[in-house]
């Protein structure tokens, strides 16, 4: 309550891997707030996953918060989720686990999110009241092929993507000290990429709200590599 006093328009993110109680609980205090509109951050909606469900059931809920103006903002996968400090001692050896099979996504730089996001807020979210803005990156690509780049670009070797059924996977990820519900929602974020929901792609989004295309794989690997070996000529 006392966080958004005189605030008009709010930016909602959820802060843990579940979204629909987070804006139960934002909703109950909206009442006694100057909150005029509501953009919100969802993800990839599709399937029976608990997480799949959590989204959808959330993403109604927002839309039809009564007296409202309401956007969602939904990105795909971020591709700085290949910088995980978990991920850099897989890649830094040449290879990856995961369970997406040839599942393809479109993956979206986490810039593209914040400028979508802050252009939407800015702008008016009158705009845009009552609609799901889809986003994600220009092109689709399995994880073997992001991981293709990523070696060739940012690594300089191969790197070899080793698909896991999802019960090994979990599996593999609890042995490596992964808590266990975080463990059970990765599991089901990858069911999601083999069933194709997030394969698709909306490159038009992107550039509709800002103006700007989407950044691409190549491009966003490109400045990746360049950060590394800036960061290693100031180490030595």
Request: aromatic share 10%; charged share 20%; net charge negative.
């Amino acid at each position: 309550e006392k966080a958004v006093a005189g605030v008009d328009r709010v930016g909602l993110m959820q802060g843990s891997e579940t979204l629909l109680p987070i804006y139960s609980l934002f909703r109950k205090v909206l009442p006694k707030t100057s909150v005029k509109a509501i953009v919100a951050i969802g993800g990839t909606v599709g399937g029976t996953s608990p997480t799949a469900v959590d989204f959808e059931k959330a993403e109604k809920a927002i839309l039809e918060t009564p007296g409202l103006e309401t956007t969602l903002v939904s990105p795909n996968w971020f591709l700085e989720n290949w910088q995980l400090p978990d991920y850099a001692e897989q890649l830094q050896q040449g290879f990856f686990h995961g369970a997406a099979q040839n599942g393809k996504i479109a993956y979206i730089a986490v810039q593209d999110i914040g400028n979508t996001i802050a252009q939407v807020l800015f702008d008016g979210p009158a705009r845009w009241n009552g609609q799901r803005l889809y986003i994600t990156g220009p092109e689709a690509f399995t994880e073997q092929e992001v991981l293709t780049l990523i070696g060739k670009v940012v690594y300089e070797h191969p790197i070899e993507y080793r698909s896991l059924e999802f019960s090994a996977y979990r599996d593999f990820l609890l042995k490596a000290g992964t808590p266990e519900h975080i463990a059970n929602l990765l599991t089901d974020l990858e069911e999601t990429k083999v069933d194709g929901y997030t394969a698709k792609v909306s490159p038009n989004m992107v550039k509709l709200v800002t103006g700007r295309d989407p950044i691409s794989l190549a491009q966003w690997a490109a400045e990746w590599a360049q950060h590394r070996k800036e960061t290693a000529a100031k180490q030595q």
